[in-house]
């Protein structure tokens, strides 16, 4: 088991006196594709961004039993420069959906997030004044893991998920993969019909008073230019 | 849509009822049948300023006193060497709703004389007005900045009387009063925009962290919020 059998494409070109050992090649051929991306997915430093009891499941997905340093998350990143994957694990509350933007904002690219767990997701059982409901409102989510706490088994399928997800990436559409304007630092991710449509009232509450009642759209995406799918759609 | 339903919505438009003058809980107990040392006393020094007392949960007693003279009474509680109450444990706020008084409530214990006791100051919806105890006691600042945010209750001669859980700019009201709608005033799209054009500095600054009076580091511009569009709006 050496690096030419991990690597993806690679062609047994037998020759003597090779570069691994007798009859191993003395060159390798791959796709720059393939050689970046089995980089990334097997590299990945995830961002804690743990606000609840999610948090603790994630604790627990990189302690030994779980083990999450196997899958090249050998070093949770406590600063978001040098962090590839934010792991949003519980509740944000408004006062702190500046502080998760400009953690997102910090994060160099190529940069991807987890939502764990229902509150992140979607806000959970928290429909009230003081709770965002769900960070795909402030940062561009790849991943959701439903749970309330996910086990770590989830955090680690979610995880594994984004890997799959680079694996299938390409550097001649990674404008494609990553479409954010970077100008919009510190703005909502969506606008103002989809956070409506994403937070409308589930009618579990009877004091629905607003000064400003929008309609509840539908989760209708904006038509982007011709055909070109977001993959954060 | 049921007849329930559209009766629940009238009573919705209709608002909270005006004033309801009786008082929030359980019946009161003239202070002079109290087995509690400090009650009795507080009945023969302050007469008609004493507005009642019961006992609760067993051994825990309460008593009620006009707001008028509550600074009076409440630092005669900690001076005088038969009761020195010298700790407060807790200041919060109880809102009954209806238009009854809010109730502003001390939590105190003698460490001298290992006896617990908890003050209750009634004060009407038109006048939520009291006068602080941090001169007395240094622990009720941030526990009377969290009453005034989530109930409005000034307290006079408070030195840093802001805002402490809600964002400092927080225009939808106080939170915990029953009047107030669950998911807040604005529409959760309004909300968000809100919440992300908050400058965090002026929560995890010098001063917030405990280090008043000292001038804040003129901080090297940043992404995610100078210069942002609209950042800080």
Not at chain 2, 13 to 35: K, N, V, Y
Not at chain 2, 66 to 79: M, V
Not at chain 2, 127 to 147: F, H, K, N, Q, T
Not at chain 2, 152 to 172: A, C, S
């Amino acid at each position: 088991m050496g690096l030419k059998d991990k690597l993806p494409g690679v062609g047994p070109v037998p020759t003597s006196g090779g570069i691994f050992g007798d009859g191993s090649p003395t060159f390798l051929t791959s796709k720059i594709d393939a050689i970046i991306n089995w980089g990334r997915l097997n590299s990945l430093w995830p961002m804690p961004f743990g606000t609840a009891c999610c948090a603790i499941e994630m604790m627990a997905s990189a302690a030994s039993n779980y083990d999450l340093a196997r899958f090249g998350m050998e070093r949770m990143s406590f600063s978001p420069r040098q962090a590839d994957v934010l792991i949003c694990a519980g509740r944000v509350p408004y006062k702190l959906a500046p502080v998760l933007r400009r953690i997102w904002d910090q994060m160099p690219q190529p940069k991807w997030c987890v939502s764990m767990g229902a509150c992140a997701s979607s806000g959970g059982v928290f429909d009230v004044y003081s709770m965002v409901q769900g960070i795909d409102t402030i940062v561009p989510v790849d991943v959701y893991i439903p749970g309330c706490p996910p086990r770590p088994e989830g955090l680690i399928y979610g995880l594994m998920m984004i890997q799959e997800k680079i694996r299938q990436e390409s550097l001649s559409r990674h404008f494609e993969h990553r479409a954010e304007d970077p100008l919009r630092v510190a703005q909502p991710r969506a606008n103002e019909a989809e956070i409506s449509g994403l937070t409308g009232p589930f009618g579990n509450s009877t004091r629905q008073e607003r000064l400003s009642t929008g309609q509840v759209p539908s989760r209708k995406a904006p038509e982007g230019e011709s055909g070109r799918k977001l993959i954060h759609d | 849509m049921t007849e329930e339903h559209l009766s629940a919505f009238d009573a919705i438009a209709a608002g909270p009822a005006p004033s309801d003058p009786t008082t929030g809980g359980a019946p009161r107990l003239p202070a002079a049948e109290s087995d509690h040392p400090s009650i009795g006393a507080l009945g023969e020094r302050f007469g008609d300023a004493v507005l009642g007392q019961r006992p609760t949960a067993g051994d825990q007693h309460v008593v009620w006193i006009a707001p008028a003279r509550s600074f009076e009474i409440l630092s005669w509680l900690k001076d005088d060497p038969d009761q020195a109450y010298d700790m407060m444990s807790d200041v919060t706020g109880v809102d009954y709703g209806n238009g009854r008084p809010v109730e502003v409530v001390y939590q105190m214990f003698s460490t001298r004389h290992k006896r617990a006791l908890r003050v209750r100051c009634p004060l009407p919806l038109d006048a939520l007005e009291i006068d602080s105890v941090v001169p007395l006691w240094r622990s009720a600042d941030w526990l009377e900045r969290e009453v005034y945010d989530l109930f409005g209750v000034t307290f006079r001669g408070h030195p840093n009387l802001k805002r402490i859980l809600m964002p400092l700019d927080y225009d939808e009201g106080h939170p915990l009063r029953k009047d107030f709608p669950l998911r807040g005033r604005y529409s959760r799209a309004e909300q968000t925009r809100r919440a992300l054009s908050q400058d965090v500095e002026r929560y995890y600054g010098h001063e917030v962290l405990g280090e008043e009076g000292r001038e804040p580091q003129e901080l090297a511009p940043e992404i995610g919020t100078r210069g942002a569009e609209g950042g800080g709006a």
